[in-house]
């Protein structure tokens, strides 16, 4: 039992931040946060712009794409940390501007960075349950409410957007959403968390040097798991938080460069979107190609880690 992607869409807000953007309004430079971070530039959404509108479009037009309407999806699920309302999620808002007719199921899962891939976890299990036909997963943030402009060590570090991915339920364990792992260690809570009053709390230091070992590793693991090596991936698709780190990384694995997809430059790090935009990005311009076999390994606040491999 597993699944097959029909269809996927993407939504980047208007604005760009570029660099030179901060120069002018921080006590920072081009040169320190493409060194560190490997950023050029991030998308901010306008204010009264919000998580579910950003959402809602990815899904328009991954439904646009697989040629369904929203009735025809009998399950939405969001990963989001960056919702304005706490109730009801983001899923719920986004079947309602989409204007379902009929009763589905949607929910939202928070993950922080490692939230998408627990999206296509829940999604897994119920495909290999064949509980529903249709199901459609969204990463969506808006990082921008979090930023503190008087904070240079966080401010410039993410961005924001939306994708949206649709499988179908497919008798065939080799495409869709082949496998996942999914992990949490509550105990490193102080390295990056959400304040009160909205703002990110990060050690950077802290958190890239767990970030070089545990998205290796949940890369590592599932190859094992799926029985495969390096060889049989057509494209990694870190998590895309510091290019330093998806370099790191790949060097551990033993990926050569050209199979990493990267879009920390032109996205920054969107958090749990972050992964479904870099595969939109690949696939709307020829990079990734059907049939091929994707490997994103992801890490963020909880820590929470994981990957998944996905045949588009
Ligand atoms: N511009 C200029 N200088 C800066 C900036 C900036 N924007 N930010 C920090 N600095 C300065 C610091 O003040 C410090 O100066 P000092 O030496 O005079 O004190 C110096 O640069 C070095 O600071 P570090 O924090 O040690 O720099 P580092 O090389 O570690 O890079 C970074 C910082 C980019 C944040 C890195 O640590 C990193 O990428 N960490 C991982 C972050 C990450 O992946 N977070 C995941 C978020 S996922 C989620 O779930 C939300």
Redesign the pocket.
Known sequence: MGSRLVGYGSYLPEKIMTNQD?EKI????DE??VQ??GMRERHFAAENETVADMATIAAQRALTAAGLTVDDIDMVIVAT?SPELDFPSVGVQVLGQLGATRDQPAFDVRG???GYIYGLHCARAFFSTAMHRRIMIIGVEK?SRFLDMND???????GDGAGALIFEHSTSSYSGIIDTVVMADGKCFDM?HGSPDHK?I?N?????KK?VTLMPGAAQYIMDHAGITAENVDWIIP?Q??L??IQSGASRLGFPLEKILVTVDKHA?T?GASGVLAMAYGMDNGIIKQGQLILYPA????L?WGASLIRV
């Open positions: 901060f921080m006590d920072t430079t320190w946060i560190r971070t940390t922080a960075c490692t990082m240079r060590s966080t401010a410039v570090l993410f990056l990110i990060m950077g230091p802290e958190t890239y970030a998590h938080a510091n330093r780190i790090n958090s890490f963020g606040s909880g929470t």
